[in-house]
């Protein structure tokens, strides 16, 4: 016996639908929402008999807004933007851009070889900017709207449009962080900064205290996060902390930043946000299980992730399994080309090959992507530095310390470079420098000494040569040493300083390069007081 269908009530069924719809989108079940958003979408029609066609024409449009979000969310991103194409409302007209931009997207990230290509092979980008800017100077586009036409500016290297409509953006919509972000990358100093005509929002500090870590006012962003922690309440938030760490890592503090990553971790155990960063600190400290431990934590929560991947490549780098490595680095930047550690980490693994071609293709995307990368910067005048162009390695190192100006290690390598280019008054600056902003790797002050010894400038280098011996715990297994206690012992003896001289000829005994020659010293040293007290007695008597 056939079963008779019964009647619907199709108001009725519609709204179970459209609560189904939000219930499902709440709690991430796409796949449902998707199939309940085609099953409103053929019911759009049943409320023609409405009198009030405002209503059926709203109605229709979200209707029309869920299907297309539906598609959206699993990247269905064409057939999104086919289904908004003739929608009137903000976030349906944004959905439809958007949908645009990442289908341009996602077809350039597909059809990627193991090294990926130009940026802007998005043959989308043209026709949205151009579709954007009318929709704009009809007064069209709200603060979500005004954001993507600033970032389809940027990647058409329109810098200074896209500056101005990010700014008229937050204006509008102030909330939107992703905005903010996307400023940030295109403000490279504090004169671009402070010229900003910004809202006095709060978000404006979160977006001041990001921009000072980005521009190397370390001092300043770990004021301003502490400000954010104390007086904001935000105490307790992981992005803060991340900042926090990130920077006293750049105050070369890597001790204090593992320890906040660890409690972060602690607090948040399926944190994957800046894990990049604490993989690079581990990996810094050569603490092989710790990196071990991370690396299997993150894949276990998500091996596709962006930081999963560089954080396995660092600890295959540190296997010295470079093959590896570079194949974890390639697959973040198949997840997201414009992902900027990934491609100064690769430049540093193809250097480790010596594959000089590979290193500088690597590092000069990371630059294409962030100009202020100073890692990149620094790899690259290493990089020609090792092809023996002195004058490309000076020009790297010089923007590497520009970034950097405070950074020992920056200001050391352009001193090198300097000196290697007979560039001595340059070089002596530069180590000096280095000195007095902290010479946390002990380098310049070694350099500094030698370069006065070689100028024959006796004291000086001998001031040099004494402040870096006097921090011999540091200094403990520097080859440097050596050379330093053998010049010392000379020197003093020169000035018939014998005590000194003979405080630093026992230093010489206790390395086998200059062992014989401190025995000399000491026979030197002995006979030369024989001799003053030999013409003490003499003055005495006579």
């Not at 449902?32 to 053929?42: D, F, G, H, V």
């Amino acid at each position: 016996m056939e079963e008779s269908v019964p009647k619907f009530d199709l108001k009725e069924v519609k709204s179970d639908i459209t609560r189904g719809i939000i219930e499902c989108s709440q709690r991430g079940l796409m796949h449902t929402t998707k199939w309940l958003a085609e099953m409103n979408y053929s019911l759009r029609n049943i409320n023609e008999t409405s009198p009030d066609m405002s209503f059926f024409e709203q109605s229709e449009n979200e209707d029309i807004y869920l299907l297309v979000k539906s598609y959206f969310d699993l990247k269905e991103y064409d057939r999104a933007a086919y289904f908004a194409k003739d929608c009137k409302t903000a976030k349906a007209r944004f959905l439809y851009f958007y949908s645009l931009y990442l289908s341009g997207e996602k077809k350039k990230i597909d059809n990627m070889t193991d090294i990926p290509p130009d940026f802007l092979k998005n043959n989308n980008l043209k026709l949205l900017c151009s579709e954007l800017r009318k929709e704009r100077t009809t007064g069209d586009l709200d603060g979500f709207g005004l954001y993507l036409f600033g970032v389809i500016l940027k990647k058409l290297q329109s810098t200074k449009e896209a500056i101005n409509i990010f700014i008229e953006s937050i204006h509008k919509q102030p909330i939107h962080w992703g905005t903010w972000l996307e400023l940030a990358s295109l403000i490279t100093d504090t004169e671009n900064l402070e010229a900003l005509m910004l809202p006095n929002h709060w978000m404006k500090h979160f977006f001041i205290a990001h921009m000072y870590l980005e521009l190397q006012l370390i001092d300043e962003a770990f004021a301003m996060y502490t400000h954010l922690q104390q007086s904001m309440g935000f105490v307790k938030n992981v992005y803060i902390k991340a900042q926090t760490a990130i920077a006293v890592h750049y105050k070369r503090d890597v001790d204090n930043a593992l320890a906040t990553f660890k409690q972060i971790l602690e607090d948040d155990p399926y944190c994957l946000d800046n894990m990049d960063t604490y993989s690079n600190l581990l990996y810094v400290k050569e603490l092989k299980n710790e990196l071990a431990h991370l690396a299997h934590q993150a894949t276990e929560i998500d091996k596709y992730r962006l930081e999963t991947c560089c954080i396995v490549g660092n600890y295959y780098s540190l296997r010295a399994d470079h093959h590896k490595a570079i194949m974890y680095f390639h697959r973040a930047l198949k997840l997201n080309p414009q992902y900027v550690s990934a491609w100064t980490l690769l430049g540093h693994e193809f250097m480790e090959m010596k594959n000089t071609n590979g290193a500088i293709h690597s590092y000069r995307q990371a630059i294409e992507v962030n100009k202020r990368d100073y890692r990149a910067w620094y790899g690259l005048g290493q990089t020609y530095e090792i092809l023996k162009m002195p004058f490309y390695g000076l020009y790297y190192y010089k923007q590497a310390q520009l970034l950097r100006p405070r950074d020992s290690r920056m200001v050391t390598a352009l001193g090198e470079a300097y000196e290697k280019q007979d560039r001595i008054p340059e070089a002596l600056k530069c180590y000096y420098k280095a000195c007095n902003v902290g010479d946390i790797e002990g380098m310049a002050l070694i350099r500094l000494a030698t370069l006065y010894e070689k100028l024959g400038q006796q004291d000086n280098a001998a001031a040099a040569y004494t402040d870096f011996v006097n921090d011999e715990f540091r200094n403990s297994e520097r080859a440097e040493l050596s050379n330093a206690y053998k010049f010392l012992t000379q020197y003093h003896i020169s000035q018939n300083e014998l005590d000194q001289a003979n405080h630093y000829a026992q230093k010489c005994l206790q390395y086998d390069e200059t062992k014989e020659e401190a025995k000399a010293f000491l026979r030197s040293i002995a006979q030369k007081r024989i001799t003053i007290e030999g013409n003490s007695m003499l003055v005495g008597i006579i």
